[in-house]
């Protein structure tokens, strides 16, 4: 009959002989989040790590922007933790109970009318035709992901307009800038 300390020196000897050791120890961070996680990327879901590659799902733009801001701040926190990280990479995700995992990608779709107000709202803008074009592209594709964010039940932050999930009036970083809960 195993133990089980017998158990876990099979399991450890098991992991090492197929080289997996690392990966479980990599993956802690994901399991020990809600513990681990510094005040500032406590808004964002940890989805994986792979090779040293942290993979956070965030479901505000807003928070995605601070973290990108704020990533070595970050990434130096978890390593003073113990945590072998190079690099954090973010994924817009639906907020938990939005989808049957959670981590689900909004399904964003970029339409002629997204495109069309991209180009109206860089009229004015005297810009190279390339840097034109790519800017046209991504304030396209900005509007397309807040349309379909306030669709999948999001809402406009009061104070800065970003478009959040979540509870409360404000959006996540303004609730952090104001002191309010709500």
Same mark, same amino acid.
Request: with cysteine; hydrophobic share 35%; net charge neutral.
């Given at each position: 009959?195993?133990?089980?300390?017998?158990?876990?020196?099979?399991?450890?000897?098991?992991?090492?002989?197929?080289?997996?050791?690392?990966?479980? *120890?990599?993956?802690? !961070?994901?399991? =020990?989040?809600?513990? #681990?996680?510094? $005040?500032? @990327?406590?808004? &964002?879901?940890?989805?994986?790590?792979?090779?040293?590659?942290?993979?956070?799902?965030?479901?505000?733009?807003?928070?995605?922007?601070?973290?990108?801001?704020?990533?070595?701040?970050?990434?130096?926190?978890?390593?003073?933790?113990?945590?072998?990280?190079?690099?954090?990479?973010?994924?817009?995700?639906?907020?938990?109970?939005?989808?049957?995992? *959670?981590?689900?990608? !909004?399904?964003? =779709?970029?339409?002629? #009318?997204?495109? $069309?107000? @991209?180009?109206? &709202?860089?009229?004015?803008?005297?810009?190279?035709?390339?840097?034109?074009?790519?800017?046209?592209?991504?304030?396209?594709?900005?509007?397309?992901?807040?349309?379909?964010?306030?669709?999948?039940?999001?809402?406009?932050?009061?104070?800065?307009?970003?478009?959040?999930?979540?509870?409360?009036?404000?959006?996540?970083?303004?609730?952090?800038?104001? *002191?309010?809960?709500?």
């Amino acid at each position: 009959m195993l133990s089980i300390t017998n158990l876990k020196e099979l399991l450890n000897e098991f992991f090492k002989r197929h080289n997996i050791e690392g990966k479980i *120890g990599e993956q802690l !961070l994901v399991t =020990e989040w809600d513990k #681990e996680a510094p $005040e500032l @990327a406590l808004g &964002a879901k940890p989805l994986y790590v792979k090779d040293g590659v942290l993979y956070l799902g965030t479901y505000s733009h807003a928070i995605a922007q601070e973290l990108n801001l704020r990533k070595k701040e970050l990434l130096d926190e978890l390593r003073s933790k113990g945590y072998d990280l190079v690099d954090i990479k973010l994924q817009f995700v639906l907020p938990e109970g939005r989808s049957e995992t *959670g981590t689900e990608p !909004l399904k964003v =779709e970029v339409t002629r #009318e997204d495109r $069309e107000w @991209a180009r109206e &709202a860089l009229a004015h803008c005297s810009l190279p035709p390339k840097l034109r074009e790519k800017m046209e592209a991504m304030l396209a594709a900005a509007r397309a992901r807040e349309r379909a964010a306030l669709s999948a039940g999001g809402k406009r932050c009061p104070s800065c307009g970003t478009v959040f999930f979540g509870e409360g009036k404000l959006c996540p970083i303004c609730r952090i800038g104001s *002191g309010v809960n709500g």
